[in-house]
């Protein structure tokens, strides 16, 4: 009895070594990585650039009790990622990104884009100023949508389930992100969140803030006219999604509109070669998705890959440098 409680004692101590171990040689490398030597690793490799994902900058947190967690940067926090991004890699414009794909440009090294889903108001009143202070072009998706009316699904959603189980608000998310706009505003006003106010606060932006924003030199592109998971819906329904987001855009805006993001409210995958196609008929020249990664030459200009942005300042550039570098 002795002997066995001694082995089980010593393979204990094993395993425990051996989780500390892979620790020790998971930090290890994370120090490398962040001292900067890792930048002559990025020298010799293929030329890629990463993508950021954000939605929501400010700090009140009334605006997003509405929604779902996670989506807010704070003020402090996104000014000081865009200077560290300012300071230590190349932010570029998403409208050279077709000639970086197909080598007509060449991809400059720790190259970056930075981008927005959804069309938050913060994303004018306090983002646009703080990317123009460091010199970025930001990339604003508008669901256009709710410019002309209610606030996005998900967010009355939230507000009239705030009293229930997460679970009860998943099951919801998940019926509605498969379905047309019809039914999504049949469901909501079967659980009392039809004309219901979001707050009492204005999330998002109108047509008049969306065209400061391309006034102001930055890039605004389509996120679709309600926000569905498009893989997910029927294709006709997808279509009218991807097209006719960019005619109403290009209305309101009189620009061309070529740049689109995948919705991902819930549920995987949110695009699929069908989706890519539309985009590519509506007349889009790139498409993003949510899937983590870097872009190099030779992608699909249709499912470029964005990382979603920690609000952490180190944990932002543990993202960055470790899917620069390319380690896991």
């Known amino acids: 009895m002795l002997k066995k409680r001694e082995f089980l004692v010593s393979r204990l101590h094993l395993r425990k070594s051996r989780v500390f171990s892979i620790a020790m040689i998971k930090s290890t490398i994370k120090r490398v990585i962040l001292a900067g ?120 959603l939230r507000q009239a389930m705030r009293h229930h189980s997460y679970h009860e608000f998943l099951e919801h998310s998940r019926a509605m992100a498969k379905s047309n706009h019809q039914e999504r505003e049949m469901r909501l ?66 620009m061309v509109i070529k740049h689109f993001s995948y919705p991902h409210p819930i549920l995987k995958p ?5 989706t890519a196609e539309m985009c590519r008929k509506a007349g889009y020249e790139t498409a993003t998705i949510t899937s983590s990664g870097t872009v190099s030459a030779g992608d699909n200009p249709l499912t470029l890959r964005r990382l979603a942005v920690p609000q952490e300042f180190d944990e932002f550039r543990w993202t960055v440098e470790k899917t620069l570098t390319g380690f896991w």
């Not at 924003?213 to 930055?218: A, S, T, W």
């Not at 949110?270 to 069908?274: I, W």
């Open 189 to 254: 006003q079967s659980i009392g969140a039809g004309d219901q106010p979001v707050g009492d606060l204005d999330l998002m932006m109108n047509w008049e803030q969306v065209c400061q924003l391309q006034h102001r030199g930055h890039i605004v592109g389509s996120h679709s006219l309600t926000h569905p998971n498009l893989a997910q819906v029927d294709p006709a329904e997808a279509e009218r999604e991807i097209s006719n987001s960019r005619t109403k855009l290009e209305k309101e805006t009189g």
């Open 270 to 274: 949110c695009h699929n070669n069908l």
């Open 37 to 156: 030597p890792h930048r002559a690793i990025q020298r010799v490799k293929t030329p890629c650039l990463v993508m950021l994902r954000y939605h929501s900058i400010q700090d009140d947190q009334r605006r997003f009790e509405h929604t779902i967690p996670g989506i807010m940067h704070s003020i402090k926090g996104f000014r000081t990622q865009m200077e560290y991004l300012s300071r230590n890699l190349t932010p570029i414009s998403l409208d050279d990104m077709p000639q970086m794909l197909t080598g007509e440009k060449r991809i400059p090294r720790r190259a970056c884009v930075v981008t927005f889903d959804d069309g938050y108001r913060d994303n004018l009143e306090v983002a646009a100023g703080i990317l123009e202070k460091y010199g970025i072009c930001g990339v604003f998706y508008v669901t256009t949508g709710p410019i002309d009316g209610k606030p996005p699904w998900f967010c009355r």
